[in-house]
């Protein structure tokens, strides 16, 4: 059963740095793309980083330079470290998996297994 557990949210200023991480349980960690996805209150949620099967990173717009995405497949483990955080940056942070081609490596289908999501507040 697959099982993400999202921390390191928390409440900064305009500017400051946060750390997200996403400890991933019950399957094979190599065998799945992995992303982060923003839900800001009253909004849809919205992919902001993830990689690849062919191991890039993909950014949207708003967060790119500020944001760094990365993983440590020994540790099962996903890293959102947030530079720079704007006050639009708020909300809900969530974690997810696609499913990998074993033979293409491509990612494919929709995303899912989401974990029970960490809050970041910035203020102005």
């Known amino acids: 059963q697959v099982h993400l557990v999202e921390s390191g949210g928390g409440s900064v200023q305009a500017g400051g740095s946060l750390r997200l991480s996403c400890v991933a349980s019950?399957?094979?960690?190599?065998?799945?793309?992995m992303g982060w996805f923003h839900q800001a209150a009253g909004k849809e949620r919205e992919r902001v980083a993830s990689?690849?099967?062919?191991?890039?990173?993909n950014y949207k717009d708003s967060v790119m330079g500020r944001f760094t995405i990365s993983q440590d497949n020994a540790k099962n483990t996903l890293y959102l470290q947030m530079n720079n955080l704007r006050p639009e940056d708020t909300g809900m942070y969530y974690c997810?998996?696609?499913?990998?081609?074993?033979?293409?490596?491509?990612?494919?289908?929709?995303?899912?297994?989401w974990g029970q999501g960490t809050q970041v507040t910035v203020s102005i």
């Open positions: 997810a998996t696609r499913p990998k081609s074993a033979e293409t490596g491509n990612c494919y289908g929709d995303w899912g297994n």
């Open positions: 990689i690849g099967g062919d191991g890039a990173a």
């Open positions: 019950g399957f094979t960690y190599s065998t799945y793309c």
